[in-house]
């Protein structure tokens, strides 16, 4: 949900009609899956994206981090999908996963092009994407779908992982102090390949370095150094739709966050504007 400068708050149940007119200035549109072991989730998921009323201007780049139940044979054959393949011969973790995703993208997208980087759990729902390319031509720079706004919901999600998303937003929200940001942790964004590709040109391949799910912070910390206009656009989670148990290990990804957040402290401001 986004209000703009009228005051008028515009939702993803808008008519088709309206929504094709709003992100007519996007160019083509890059969905970054990072999957480990998800030969269950990914097919549904990729019926999904392939139904959304975009599908034609849809690229879709499946990251296979070294799985082991054939999760990369699950793109082929997918019907009206353009999708690619990115391997890695072992396990890297989700942040190397994103990290080579977004390079993927960024070695063929346009300037003007938008990448959006999902849970190949099936978790989320593609239906969203021309709410997130709404915001986007609305002026965005990054948008999150995100559970913590009025219509966002997280309640078909186990209880202790909700803790854990909420006691993040609180604790980033607080030290951090990103505008536009209440749900930091949420791995269903949309960006710019403009301001990835600006920030690309300074960190390099270190653009993403956490390997776990510190890695959705770790993006959104450094991309605050190009001054993006962030929004959020409400997600309700289909946790209820996850064929297999949860990848997130609690007591790493709270060691993870802590030393995430020690690092963002020491480290020094870009010596440039980026």
Known sequence: MRVDEHGTRHSAGEPAATVQKAIS?????????PAYNEAAALPPLLRRIADVELADRITVWVVDDGSSDG?????????????RLVRHPVNLGLGQAVQSGLMAVLAEAAPDDVVIVMDADDTHDPAVIPALLKEIS????????????DGGDDSTA????RLLSRGAAVVFGRVLQVDGVQDFTSGFRAYRVSLLRRAAAHWGERLVEERGFACMVELLLKLRHCAPVVSEIPLRLRYDRKPGPSKLRLGRTLVQYLLLLTRDKLAPV????L
């Open 158 to 161: 186990p209880r202790w992982r």
């Open 270 to 273: 870009p010596f440039r504007k």
């Open 71 to 83: 999760t990369g044979d699950c793109v082929a054959g997918v019907r009206g999908l353009d999708v």
């Open 25 to 33: 200035t996007c160019g083509d549109v890059h969905v970054v899956l």
């Open 138 to 149: 609305a002026g965005a720079d990054v948008v999150i779908c995100s559970r913590f706004v």
